[in-house]
């Protein structure tokens, strides 16, 4: 039998059962805070977890399809400096993702694992700017989005109530680069990583 079709034989038979198990659609939608610093950072102190200036905070929303999940996660934080001369202002974070996930344990237990750009911009009272400071342009602000991985356990906690633990790991990969192999997370950007909260209503 040719390899291929065995392979794609194989493949379909995985997928059944784990398309057969899993809800056929979810809408989901709650809040969310992310703690912006990693944890496995050399500046990483344990009383940073009590600054609220180290969180932002937002709204995610996911969509789900058997065994498929489209996620967006909008974050709202706090910098001291946009860009060299621009001063302090608001961070606005946008992260579009989309992957897999299982409910697992009478649906009691869900996993998810998703990839996807992130892009931000900043805002004061002197305008809306790009990340490193300069003009606000949306096309450059996508070009430049890092690709991010996203993994998340989610627990329901009651009737429609689900609290969801994630970890989003950025990549120095984008589109305006085009260096396929900075898809690939090296040390430095596990340094980058960070932990969220989020409570959705299903």
């Known amino acids: 039998m040719n390899k291929k079709i065995l392979g794609m034989a194989l493949a379909i038979g995985l997928m059944i059962p784990m398309t057969l198990s899993a809800r056929a ?58 860009g060299s001369s621009r001063g302090s202002g ?6 579009l993702a989309a992957g897999i996930y299982k409910d697992i344990l009478n649906n009691s237990l869900r996993i998810g694992l998703l990839a996807g750009p992130e892009f931000e911009m900043m805002i004061n009272d002197t305008g809306v700017y790009n990340a490193d400071g300069s003009s606000f342009n949306f096309v450059d602000i996508f070009m430049k989005s890092n690709f991010t991985y996203k993994a998340h356990a989610d627990i329901l906690i009651g009737t429609g109530l689900t ?15 085009g260096n396929y192999i900075n898809l690939m997370p ?14 959705l209503l299903l």
């Open 186 to 199: 090296v040390y430095s950007d596990w340094e980058n990583g960070r932990i969220g909260i989020s409570l």
């Open 90 to 95: 608001v961070s606005f974070q946008n992260n």
């Open 163 to 177: 609290l969801s633990a994630s970890y989003t790991l950025p990549t120095s990969f984008n589109l305006d680069q």
């Open 25 to 82: 659609f979810d809408f989901n939608i709650g809040a969310t805070a992310q703690f912006q610093k990693d944890v496995n950072s050399v500046d990483f102190d344990s009383s940073d977890f009590i600054d609220i200036n180290n969180y932002s905070f937002g709204a995610e929303t996911r969509l789900n399809f058997l065994l498929f999940e489209v996620a967006d996660t909008a974050l709202l934080g706090t910098v001291e400096h946009i």
